[in-house]
């Protein structure tokens, strides 16, 4: 089949100090696939998709966004162009109801014209996360998973081509995290999804592909079947981890 | 918008029906009072964009309102122009400074952006005070234009009834204009910036640029009331262009309560009433009002509609 | 027509009003550096130093000496006393929030100057010099009284100096100031070492103030350009150094004195007004502070 690509990044580095958080990395997201990146901790996996969104600047190295190149490109412009982000440490507007925090995501794709364009397609986003029945709530009273559902909405309402998220069932349910898995694939039919993850029952679910990390570059890349049985892999993560 | 916050716009109408059937039960020197409230109630809702919406607490509204003030007067004296055009070149003069203050004082946060805006005031301040053969400076200037053809109708703004009028109207119009703006995907854009700037930014929002809007147009509301008053009671001078009046605007919002569309208006018709009310005692007035800063920020800093609207009306926002 | 006799005699009076202000813009950066928070009764105190300085030494009439020496013990003490009860009364109530206390400490500043003024009035009052001594220079002579000033600020700020490295204090406050929590969690009594600053921030500007008082004179306005000079000051040093803090009092103060005999005074403070606004805006971290950005 025609694999479409539509984010690629050559060479890219960037070092913290005497650190080099992420070393040369080389990687290729495909149009329409949801990809998991694994690795122990300090791999380099959050620097890796903060890079990709813009919250931290490149060291070298170049990124290509359906298209066109994003290297330098601000953060906010990056979301308007496509990418869409949400946080490690849940990032919400408490003090607002769901469906604002919602409607602000919308109105950043739709423009500030119609209000009801925004709230229908807040609407929308949060019916595909199942938080209908809490729009009117106090974002910040809310459960911590459903916290979590509301960032995602937030990212689904802006319409992305993808989707970042980062760890996104930390800290959630066993019951939360089934939920969550079945939100991900909904939203897999219309955008491509890269996904932080330590839970390998979530990347066995969610990845057609996964990119193992480690030391700030990618140790493997491949098929989850093809990652279970690398040595590499099982000697550097798997076998450590679980 | 209207039916978004349909119960927050009745009350606007309200207020504004009070304020144009007042005129007709008071007579004399409350119609004067209520002028000068209606004038600086805009102030201060200009000054809540900026401070109570978007969350930046400028002690430097005074340039704003003497921007506005100083380019409408002087147009009117020196300038040859008629009431309206000079009004719109006041209105005009605020927002180009607004603009270029806001480009600087926005590169800082917090408590650095409320020294710089006072910092950047206390220079109009002093400009005016050194420029006093053309500004009049402490003594001020009196304009002698003092009305204008709206149509067929001459206005004279020697009357009463007329410049209360002229300030209900244009207190009318930014009242409204803020309800569309604030009650709409503008204001909770505003509020987006205020809460979660960081996130806001993820959600494609250039934050630098929303920040400037809200300045801007915080400063040009400001400016557009300090017009209104200069030309109003044809006089402008270097004491409204004081650090005073920068606090004024604070306290006024600071007692209705920031981030409420109508707590200016009640802020400053309160503090306007009380201050007259202690007419007697003027030495103490300065007391009052430090005792009050404080008062506020200790046991009441959401105000007086702020705390009602998170008590018991959420809709008063 | 020789320029040199014009220099040094604006030289002196630079040098003289670089020691007010080093003392008093000590203070406020010391309640910066330390609590992170901007008083803006700073001028206060230190007016309320030269007004009690005044009110202390008018007690004695006839020992100027003895009663100024009274009243550089007891209005510090007094305004320090004042400060702790603002920080008690006030800024710890609100968590020394940065914006609430800005707020608050201009309360404060309005309700202090206008008492002051309804207890002495509005005449400036001076006060006679513990000593009269005329130093005589070849073109003039120059007040003695004005050098002890100089000789008493570099004594104190360097006693402050010494004080704060080697002293006990000296380390909370360091600890303090560098991990709010952690230092609580080693059992330094942050609230205390909070008063203790806020009043030491506070009797510096008041000492600043009754050293002031015979050169100049006491009047309820007068803390104004004091917390200007001192925000310049702090500003351009780097909020919260104190190296940086003492140079840029002594460059401040002295082009200061410069700058007035060149331009009027209206003129000076537009220039050094737009300056430091354009320092804070363009280089927050101060001319002489390192590059290390805060929000």
Same mark, same amino acid.
């Given at each position: 089949?025609?694999e479409?690509?539509?984010?690629?990044t050559?060479?890219?580095t960037?070092?913290?100090?005497?650190l080099t958080?992420?070393d040369?990395?080389?990687?290729?997201?495909?149009?329409?696939?949801?990809?998991?990146?694994i690795?122990?901790?300090?791999?380099?996996?959050?620097t890796?998709?903060?890079?990709?969104?813009?919250l931290?600047?490149p060291?070298?190295?170049?990124?290509a966004?359906?298209?066109?190149d994003?290297?330098r490109m601000?953060?906010?412009?990056?979301v308007?162009?496509?990418?869409?982000?949400?946080?490690?440490?849940t990032?919400?507007?408490p003090?607002?109801?769901?469906?604002?925090?919602?409607a602000?995501a919308?109105q950043?794709?739709?423009?500030?014209?119609s209000?009801a364009?925004?709230?229908?397609?807040?609407?929308a986003?949060?019916?595909a996360?199942?938080?209908?029945?809490?729009e009117?709530?106090?974002?910040?009273d809310?459960?911590?998973g459903?916290q979590?559902?509301?960032?995602?909405?937030?990212?689904l309402?802006?319409?992305?081509?993808?989707?970042?998220?980062?760890e996104p069932?930390?800290g959630?349910?066993d019951a939360?995290?089934?939920?969550?898995?079945?939100? /991900?694939?909904?939203v897999?039919?219309?955008?491509?999804?890269?996904?932080i993850?330590?839970?390998?029952?979530?990347v066995?679910?969610?990845?057609?592909?996964?990119?193992?990390m480690?030391?700030?570059?990618?140790?493997?890349?491949g098929?989850?079947?093809q990652?279970?049985?690398?040595p590499?892999v099982q000697a550097?993560?798997?076998g450590?981890a679980s | 918008?209207i039916?978004?916050n349909?119960r927050?716009?009745a009350l606007?109408?309200?207020v504004i029906?009070?304020?144009?059937?007042a005129?007709?039960v008071?007579a004399?020197?409350?119609?004067?009072?209520?002028t000068?409230?209606?004038?600086?109630?805009?102030?201060?809702m200009?000054?809540?964009m900026?401070?109570?919406?978007a969350?930046?607490?400028?002690l430097?509204?005074?340039?704003?309102?003497?921007?506005?003030?100083?380019?409408?007067?002087m147009?009117?004296?020196?300038?040859a122009?008629?009431?309206?055009?000079?009004?719109?070149i006041?209105i005009?003069?605020a927002?180009a400074?607004?603009?270029?203050?806001g480009l600087?004082?926005?590169r800082?946060?917090?408590?650095?952006f409320?020294?710089?805006?006072?910092?950047f005031?206390?220079?109009?301040y002093l400009?005016?005070?050194?420029?006093a053969?053309?500004?009049g400076g402490?003594q001020?200037l009196t304009l002698?234009?003092?009305?204008?053809?709206?149509g067929?109708?001459?206005?004279d703004m020697?009357?009463g009834?007329a410049?209360?009028?002229?300030a209900?109207?244009?207190?009318s119009v930014?009242?409204?204009?803020l309800?569309?703006l604030t009650?709409?995907?503008v204001?909770?854009?505003?509020?987006?910036?205020?809460?979660?700037?960081?996130?806001t930014?993820?959600?494609g929002?250039?934050?630098?640029?929303?920040r400037?809007?809200?300045?801007v147009?915080s400063?040009?509301v400001?400016?557009?009331?300090?017009a209104?008053?200069?030309?109003?009671?044809?006089?402008i001078?270097?004491?409204?262009?004081?650090?005073r009046?920068s606090?004024e605007a604070?306290l006024?919002?600071l007692v209705?309560?920031?981030?409420?569309?109508l707590?200016p208006v009640l802020?400053?018709?309160?503090?306007?009433v009380?201050?007259?009310?202690?007419?007697?005692?003027t030495?103490?007035?300065?007391?009052?009002?430090?005792?009050?800063?404080?008062?506020?920020?200790?046991?009441?800093?959401?105000?007086?509609?702020g705390?009602i609207r998170?008590?018991?009306?959420p809709w008063?926002? | 027509m020789?320029l040199?006799?014009y220099?040094?005699?604006?030289?002196l009076e630079?040098l003289v009003?670089?020691?007010v202000?080093?003392?008093?813009?000590?203070?406020?950066?010391l309640?910066?550096?330390?609590?992170?928070?901007?008083n803006?009764?700073h001028?206060?105190?230190y007016?309320l130093?030269?007004?009690?300085g005044?009110?202390i030494?008018? &007690?004695?009439?006839?020992?100027p000496a &003895?009663?100024f020496?009274?009243?550089?013990? /007891?209005?510090?003490?007094?305004?320090g006393?004042l400060?702790?009860a603002?920080?008690r009364?006030?800024?710890?109530? /609100?968590g020394y929030?940065?914006e609430a206390t800005i707020?608050?400490?201009i309360?404060?500043?309005?309700?202090?100057?206008?008492?002051?003024?309804?207890?002495?009035?509005p005449?400036a009052?001076?006060?006679?010099?513990p000593?009269?001594?005329?130093i005589?220079?070849p073109?003039?002579?120059y007040?003695?009284?004005?050098?002890?000033?100089?000789a008493v600020?570099a004594?104190?700020v360097g006693?402050l100096?010494?004080?704060l490295r080697?002293s006990r204090?000296g380390l909370?406050m360091r600890?303090?100031?560098?991990?709010r929590?952690?230092?609580?969690?080693?059992g330094?009594?942050?609230g205390?070492?909070y008063s203790g600053?806020?009043a030491?921030?506070a009797?510096?500007?008041a000492?600043?103030g009754v050293?002031?008082?015979?050169?100049?004179?006491?009047?309820?306005?007068?803390?104004?350009?004091?917390?200007l000079?001192?925000f310049?000051?702090?500003?351009v040093?780097?909020?919260?150094?104190?190296?940086g803090?003492?140079?840029?009092?002594?460059?401040?103060?002295?082009?200061?004195?410069?700058?007035s005999v060149?331009?009027s005074?209206?003129?000076?403070?537009?220039?050094?007004?737009?300056?430091?606004?354009?320092?804070?805006?363009?280089r927050?971290q101060?001319?002489?502070g390192?590059?290390?950005?805060?929000?």
């Open positions: 089949m025609a479409v690509t539509l984010l690629e050559r060479g890219l960037r070092r913290f100090g005497g958080a992420v040369a990395v080389d990687f290729r997201l495909s149009r329409g696939e949801v990809r998991a990146i690795g122990p901790n300090g791999a380099g996996k959050s890796f998709v903060g890079l990709l969104s813009g931290i600047a060291g070298a190295g170049s990124i966004f359906d298209g066109q994003i290297t601000p953060a906010h412009r990056r308007r162009a496509g990418i869409a982000y949400t946080f490690q440490i990032n919400i507007y003090a607002m109801t769901v469906l604002e925090n919602a602000i919308a950043s794709r739709l423009g500030t014209g209000e364009a925004i709230e229908a397609a807040a609407r986003a949060l019916a996360v199942g938080l209908s029945d809490l009117t709530r106090r974002a910040g809310l459960a911590y459903h979590r559902l509301v960032e995602v909405a937030m990212g309402a802006l319409a992305p081509k993808l989707l970042i998220l980062d069932t930390q959630l349910s939360e995290i089934a939920n969550f898995i079945a939100v /991900i694939r909904r897999a039919a219309s955008a491509t999804v890269l996904l993850e330590h839970n390998m029952d979530v066995m679910a969610l990845a057609g592909r996964i990119t193992v480690e030391n700030g570059r990618i140790l493997a890349e098929t989850p079947d990652i279970t049985r690398d590499a550097a993560y798997l450590g | 918008m039916r978004h349909p927050l716009f606007c109408l309200a029906a009070a304020v144009f059937g005129q007709f008071l004399g020197y409350p119609v004067l009072a209520l000068r409230i209606l004038i600086l109630a805009v102030f201060a200009g000054y809540n900026a401070m109570g919406y969350g930046m607490l400028s430097g509204h005074a340039l704003f309102f003497a921007a506005g003030m100083y380019a409408a007067g147009a009117s004296r020196y300038g122009v008629g009431l309206p055009v000079a009004f719109g006041g005009l003069g927002a400074v607004s603009l270029g203050i600087l004082a926005l800082t946060r917090t408590v650095s409320m020294i710089v805006t006072l910092m005031a206390q220079v109009g400009l005016t005070l050194q420029f053969d053309v500004t402490d001020g002698s234009e003092r009305g204008f053809a709206l067929p109708v001459a206005v020697t009357s009834a410049r209360y009028n002229v209900a109207v244009v207190f930014v009242l409204l204009g309800y569309a009650q709409g995907p204001g909770r854009l505003f509020a987006a910036v205020r809460e979660n700037p960081e996130r930014r993820m959600l929002y250039d934050v630098a640029r929303i400037l809007a809200a300045f147009l400063g040009t400001a400016g557009t009331s300090g209104l008053y200069g030309l109003t009671f044809g006089f001078g270097s004491s409204f262009a004081e650090f009046t606090i604070l006024y919002t209705g309560g920031p981030g409420t569309l707590g802020g400053t018709a309160l503090m306007t009380l201050i007259d009310r202690l007419g007697g005692l030495a103490a007035y300065p007391i009052v009002v430090g005792a009050l800063l404080i008062a506020l920020t200790l046991w009441f800093p959401k105000g007086l509609l705390t998170d008590r018991w009306l008063l926002k | 020789d040199a006799p220099l040094l005699l604006a030289g630079g009003e670089a020691s202000l080093m003392l008093s813009a000590l203070g406020l950066s309640v910066f550096g330390v609590m992170r928070v901007v803006v009764a001028g206060e105190f007016m130093g030269a007004v009690g005044w009110a030494a008018s &007690l004695v009439p006839d020992h &003895l009663g020496a009274l009243a550089l013990l /007891i209005a510090p003490a007094l305004v006393a400060a702790i603002a920080d009364g006030i800024l710890r109530r /609100i929030d940065p707020v608050a400490t309360g404060l500043s309005y309700i202090i100057q206008q008492v002051v003024l309804m207890t002495f009035g005449d009052r001076a006060v006679e010099p000593f009269y001594l005329n005589r220079f073109w003039f002579g007040s003695g009284y004005k050098l002890f000033i100089v600020a004594v104190l006693a100096w010494v004080g080697r204090l909370m600890a303090t100031q560098f991990d929590e952690t230092a609580q969690n080693f330094i009594p942050v205390r070492v600053v806020f030491m921030g009797m510096l500007a000492v600043a050293l002031i008082v015979p050169a100049n004179q006491a009047h309820y306005l007068m803390g104004h350009d004091p917390l000079m001192s310049v000051v702090v500003i040093g780097g909020l919260g150094s104190i190296p803090t003492i140079a840029a009092a002594v460059l401040i103060g002295l082009s200061d004195g410069l700058m060149f331009f005074p209206t003129l000076a403070k537009i220039v050094s007004t737009l300056l430091v606004a354009l320092v804070l805006v363009f927050p101060g001319l002489f390192k590059a290390e950005t805060r929000a």
